[in-house]
């Protein structure tokens, strides 16, 4: 992909880009956009109705053959996420994808269901393993439980090995940091390799989670997330996962910020989620925990 430059409505959108990169107004769009043999347009700008955009140019160029593409779907396309600060209502309306028919749940639910069962028999030498660790280093309870917010905003109760002391959260909610003094020696090992996830296996085979999809957040974190950040309940349109889009594209989210790129990638997957895409996650999930990246 070959950036040619950036055609400014006006001094205020040229101020906001390099003077190297903006375009010599040599006539209209349209006369621009064939001189210098464009193939594409992306339309970068906020407000985009007619008074903004010139209309009549883009119509005359998208009839001349050239693409013009607006930067949600841009993103979408090129990066594998949807750019909050870009997105209306009228993408999630009219736009393609949201495969929520009978066939792909039922697909999914078959996936899951047989991947786990065979996970969970090949991985319980492991986890007596772990449990026996856990209770030798700080004893009981192996396992952590902790509500979670699932599909359509239900409520469950997630599991996991226990890798934080006991006790860790007295007051409030708080995300895991880099470093975390909570967790112990063994939960560090854990969480590194992401053993501590095994236990969700159950949640997978009792239809509360997926192999794949957005990873569930705390109800605490959900509603001041959902408060904060525009389209963020959108997430919760399909299962969590025990691994997602965002986990194979983006580090650990602990500020709003943060949630606010991870989001970007979960609304990719919502809208864009096919067996093929969850097969591509899982190669990467692979590659993820051999890496280490992003654990804390």
Not at 125 to 154: H, N, S, T, W
């Amino acid at each position: 992909m070959n950036l040619v430059g950036f055609f400014a409505l006006d001094k205020v959108h040229e101020m906001a880009v390099s003077s190297q990169r903006v375009i010599a107004r040599g006539g209209p769009l349209e006369q621009v956009a064939r001189q210098l043999r464009i193939d594409e347009i992306i339309v970068a700008v906020r407000q985009q109705r007619g008074g903004v955009l010139p209309l009549r140019s883009l119509l005359d160029c998208r009839l001349g053959g050239v693409r013009v593409t607006d930067l949600s779907r841009f993103f979408e396309r090129v990066h594998g996420q949807v750019p909050i600060e870009s997105l209306k209502v009228s993408w999630l309306i009219y736009g393609n994808g949201y495969r929520q028919n009978w066939r792909r749940t039922f697909m999914k639910r078959v996936f899951d269901i047989l991947v786990a069962a065979v996970l969970l028999v090949l991985t319980l030498p492991i986890m007596f393993i772990v449990a026996l660790m856990i209770l030798l280093e700080d004893g009981g309870p192996i396992v952590y439980r902790q509500q979670r917010v699932g599909a359509r905003g239900a409520v469950f109760t997630l599991l996991k090995f226990r890798s934080m002391s006991k006790n860790a959260e007295k007051g409030n909610a708080v995300w895991a940091s880099v470093n975390d003094d909570r967790v112990t020696r063994v939960g560090k090992f854990l969480r590194r390799t992401r053993v501590d996830e095994l236990p969700q296996l159950l949640n997978v085979l009792k239809g509360e989670m997926s192999f794949v999809g957005p990873r569930p957040e705390r109800p605490e974190f959900v509603a001041m997330l959902t408060e904060r950040i525009p389209f963020y309940a959108v997430r919760h349109s399909v299962k969590p996962g025990l691994t997602g889009w965002a986990q194979v594209r983006y580090s650990y989210g602990a500020t709003v910020e943060q949630s606010v790129k991870k989001l970007e990638y979960d609304l990719y997957y919502v809208k864009n989620h096919t067996l093929v895409l969850d097969l591509v996650i899982l190669l990467e999930t692979v590659r993820v925990v051999l890496l280490g990246e992003g654990a804390r």
